[in-house]
């Protein structure tokens, strides 16, 4: 038995009776962590071998080995590090071969401890034994160590001098109960800890981290910590105590506990449970919820190397650090239930790099290269789509690095030369521009762009294993369209080769471009001059509060001079977000559409008209639906009941659409992606109201419906067309 780089390699000999048992139980019995997609059995002559052996991994030839992702720490080694009499009570590295750390510690497979970066720590006598016992959960296990010749944990102050202390661990949790920040090297990453329910220390967090709003993640000890604050179904519990381990949405108990600025304007907490040893004993020792929240400077990259450690020197008090390198920087994952269905919302550590397993495929290997925001990129090859881990916005050099530097890494785990080459069709994309360079560089490669809202669908469809054709409903914050104006609101017929754009929200001007995403009252000024010209009805205080500037917007707007026409839902959120006196300014992306949403009255149950306009291409009338806020408002209408009003409006006009479509096409099933649908109230609401007329809806579940699946969709779409192209 062995590994090569397409698996895991078995030579038996014996009675055929047994060899047919043991054919059977590879599929049946595998271990935990194992993924059997296919066994292959060839005859060979006998060797007369009696004795089982572990022989040595081979490399060569074309690569098809998975890598795992990194898994949490199971109850096995839990009950070690648990118990006074085992050599590994309270050692924070304990794995075994059902856990541990996996995909951030490998450097090239096959997945050998040579090949990882526990190369630099050689197995003592006694973890050497467990490895070479086959009866030993360890038999194999790659990572394995323990206190006598593992990685150890040590406490840092900001100049870099060794605190005192007898356990660092221990005197890292004091600190985090005194009100510091703690910075802790984890499994991916650098990650900053204060107590979740110190006022003042998470505020401070916030000031330091130059973080005003977007709503930190919570580490609790166990799912019972977790239900004092929130409220945990079955499904939420699975996930929590899933292998994964990721940040999971949850509704908040009223009354809870919690530090106000943890999650200000937001009724839902971001929880996670302890995933590896050193998470675990924090979590005892702090004896509290805690703030873990990704270690970076704002719009950066998480911190993952120790000579990078020092960009968190005006953030953190104090380091808990560790010898072991990490060789692949990764977010905790996001995630949240959705009427008993996991919806991912960022997808990283624990889930990336498995890949997605599609019912077609690649006729050749591609690279997706991804959007802008949220970015991820994809590898295909054969029916496997590796959709890289989270690697952020690429604002910044740090980003960019990552994502050149995830490829060809990647590249290498996975045998994947590409081909072909995906990109979004914004010139300005970064992701945009490494791909036309490549094609520069590398004339071979064959370039295909994918329109974003088209990749947006395309990537439902292969998150569910479909081809199409569908009706795309692809609502975001914006993407490049095909006519020069900004989509975002769309209504498309497409499959994974193509589409067309069948229907779409009102466009208006964007004020400033860019300025108008961070400023949504431009939003709100373009649309009230778009419909009222210069006579705003005096009853909207948003007026007076930007007097100053309203005017000079306005131009702007009927100018089209940096304002282009968009049709972006994001927007539309956006514009009512301001009128209604939620969210004037944006601290981080989306804020004023998600507390849009958290202020909803669940009770209301009025809708504003959306009216489809029909045509060659149908035209969903906004502007019906901010007169009708418009009029609300004038009358004291609370923003609570607008915003749900709204939501209803929008969800009713998205299914007019879709049964005109069908009208016209014939279509039934229905494909709902892009950020908006990441709003659960709006996403209930649209779901509701298409089944109710009978049509099939197919969401996302395995990727993200925001732009970090936007690289699965261009992946779909190019090998779809390579396949056509070949017919």
């Not at 075994?96 to 750390?101: A, E, H, I, L």
């Not at 080459?421 to 064959?446: F, Q």
């Not at 100018?559 to 282009?564: E, L, M, N, Q």
């Not at 006196?581 to 804020?591: A, L, P, T």
Request: with cysteine; hydrophobic share 40%; aromatic share 6%.
């Amino acid at each position: 038995m062995g590994n090569d780089a397409q698996g895991v390699v078995i030579e038996a000999e014996g009675d055929p009776e047994a060899l047919a048992k043991l054919v059977d139980s590879l599929g049946a019995e595998a271990p935990p962590l194992a993924v059997v997609e296919r066994v292959s059995v060839r005859e060979l002559d006998p060797q007369g071998e009696g004795t089982f052996q572990i022989a040595q991994s081979r490399d060569g030839g074309g690569r098809t080995a998975l890598v795992s992702p990194d898994v949490a720490t199971c109850d096995d080694c839990l009950a070690e590090i648990a118990d006074p009499a085992a050599r590994r009570y309270r050692y924070p590295f304990t794995n075994c071969t059902n856990c541990g750390p996996r995909f951030t510690i490998t450097t090239t497979v096959p997945y050998d401890r040579p090949n990882t970066t526990m190369a630099g720590f050689p197995m003592c006598p006694d973890c050497a034994a467990e490895y070479e016992d086959p009866a030993d959960r360890r038999f194999h296990a790659q990572p394995i160590c323990c206190p006598a010749c593992g990685p150890h944990l040590a406490l840092i102050d900001r100049d870099g001098t060794p605190c005192p202390a007898d356990d660092p661990l221990t005197e890292a949790a004091e600190r985090v109960r005194a009100g510091d920040v703690v910075a802790i090297k984890g499994l991916g990453g650098y990650h900053l800890a204060v107590l979740a329910g110190d006022e003042a220390a998470v505020a401070g967090l916030r000031r330091r981290k130059h973080r005003d709003d977007k709503p930190f993640a919570v580490m609790v000890a166990d799912v019972a910590a977790a239900r004092g604050w929130c409220e945990v179904g079955a499904e939420e519990q699975a996930l929590l105590e899933s292998a994964s381990r990721p940040v999971v949405l949850l509704e908040r108990r009223d009354g809870a506990a919690i530090a106000p600025s943890v999650a200000p304007g937001n009724r839902r907490l971001g929880v996670m449970l302890p995933y590896t040893g050193l998470h675990h004993l924090l979590a005892a020792a702090i004896g509290a919820p805690f703030v873990l929240t990704s270690g970076n400077l704002s719009d950066e990259p998480i911190v993952h190397e120790d000579d990078d450690a020092c960009r968190l020197v005006e953030i953190a008090d104090v380091f808990l650090m560790h010898d072991r390198p990490i060789h692949s920087r990764v977010d905790d994952s996001v995630t949240r239930v959705f009427r008993g269905r996991e919806i991912v919302l960022r997808r990283s550590r624990g889930y990336a790099p498995r890949p997605v397993a599609l019912p077609w495929d690649f006729p050749r290997p591609v690279l997706a290269c991804g959007a802008e925001l949220k970015h991820t990129f994809c590898l295909g090859k054969g029916h496997h789509a590796f959709v890289s881990h989270h690697i952020g916005d690429l604002e910044n050099y740090e980003t960019w690095q990552s994502f050149t530097t995830g490829v060809e890494h990647f590249g290498r785990l996975f045998d994947i030369r590409p081909e072909v080459v995906a990109h979004d069709l914004h010139p300005e994309y970064l992701s945009t521009k490494y791909a036309l360079d490549l094609e520069e560089t590398a004339g071979h490669l064959a370039l295909t762009g994918v329109q974003h809202h088209h990749a947006h669908v395309a990537s439902c469809l292969a998150d569910n294993g479909e081809t199409g054709p569908v009706i795309g409903v692809a609502f975001d914050g914006l993407g490049w369209g095909t006519d020069g104006t900004v989509w975002g609101g769309e209504i498309l017929v497409a499959d994974l080769a193509g589409f067309e754009r069948v229907g779409h929200l009102d466009t208006v001007p964007m004020p400033g471009g860019a300025a108008a995403i961070r400023e949504p009252w431009r939003m709100a000024a373009a649309w009230l001059d778009a419909i009222y010209g210069p006579d705003v009805p005096e009853h909207l205080a948003l007026a007076r509060r930007h007097e100053e500037r309203w005017r000079g917007v306005c131009q702007v707007a009927r100018s089209g001079v940096a304002s282009p026409a968009t049709s972006s839902a994001g927007r539309l959120f956006d514009a009512v977000s301001a009128l209604c006196g939620i969210r004037d300014v944006i601290r981080y992306e989306g804020q004023a559409a998600v507390e849009l949403e958290q202020q909803a009255d669940p009770g209301e149950t009025g809708a504003y008209p959306l009216p489809v306009d029909a045509g060659s291409v149908l035209r969903l009338g906004t502007g019906d639906l901010i007169r009708a806020v418009v009029e609300d408002l004038g009358q004291g209408a609370p923003a609570g009941v607008v915003a749900a009003r709204f939501h209803r409006g929008l969800a009713a006009g998205v299914v007019r659409a879709c049964r005109a479509v069908r009208a016209e096409r014939g279509l039934t099933t229905v494909a709902c992606s892009g950020g908006v649908f990441q709003n659960a109230l709006l996403l209930g609401l649209v779901v509701d109201g298409l089944e109710a007329e009978g049509f099939r809806v197919l969401l996302h579940s395995r990727v993200p419906p925001n732009d970090g699946g936007i690289s699965l969709g261009q992946a779909a779409c190019a090998g779809a067309r390579d396949r056509q192209a070949q017919l």
